[in-house]
């Protein structure tokens, strides 16, 4: 239990602390996005819960999902404590440019020809496309798992040591990645390319944490239901 609070609920509750306190004292339209020219872009001061909405469903959910799979060990506890401090920082560092931009009285500057690279309509067709991918992906998964393979699938130590591991636990990574291209894609649709992106590395990310968690589950309860001489 110390562990625990320690590497999750320290961090989550400095990054809601920081988050809170900076949507209390910030005004409504902040400094939102920068490019190689300086700041390009006001938002609204909302956009700043997409960080840790995001941070938590992925830590808190994941983690929980997997000890309910059974999934004790504590290497898990110290990848999610290394992506909520990783989120504490980075909530920090975005902060700090939009206080030194308020102080500085930047105004947001249109991005050059050379600077602006692909337009936010261009990205937002990218990103639902990368979601339909992974959704239909995860749909032949989920349908139809290959057959144990070095290459293709959910390969890991448990599912190509078994086969009665590998298509229960392959069918689960299908299941997972389809939610989450699905997901993805509808980020893309409604919400700014930037947060739709990292809602798409976060869904990918829990759906390959579910993923094994649930191949090493499958592999100790076929151990149990068939125990060596």
């Known amino acids: ?54 941070l938590t469903l992925l830590v808190v959910g994941g983690y929980a999902l997997l000890q309910r799979g059974g999934q004790r060990d504590p290497a898990y506890l110290a990848l999610f404590g290394f992506i909520a401090w990783l989120g504490v920082f980075l909530q920090g560092f975005t902060l700090a440019l939009v206080l030194q931009s308020l102080a500085s009285g930047a105004a947001p500057r249109p991005p050059t020809p050379e600077a602006a690279g692909a337009s936010p309509a261009a990205l937002r067709v990218i990103l639902v496309l990368a979601g339909l991918f992974t959704a239909a992906f995860g749909l032949v998964l989920w349908a139809s798992p290959p057959r144990p393979n070095p290459c293709f699938g959910l390969r890991t130590r448990e599912t190509l040591a078994d086969p009665g591991v590998w298509y229960p636990a392959n069918r689960y990574a299908g299941k997972a990645l389809f939610a989450a291209g699905v997901g993805g894609a509808l980020a893309a649709l409604l919400l700014p390319p930037l947060w739709a992106a990292l809602l798409l590395v976060a869904l990918l990310l829990l759906a390959a944490f579910l993923s094994i968690g649930r191949a090493k589950a499958l592999a100790r309860k076929k151990a149990k239901q068939n125990p060596g001489p």
Do not use: C, K
């Open 1 to 54: 239990m110390r562990a625990r609070r320690l590497a999750l609920d320290l961090p989550l509750s400095l990054l809601w602390a920081m988050t809170l306190v900076a949507y209390v004292f910030l005004p409504e339209t902040i400094p939102a996005h920068w490019g190689p020219g300086g700041l390009n872009r006001l938002g609204p001061r909302y956009e700043l819960f997409f960080l840790p909405l995001v």
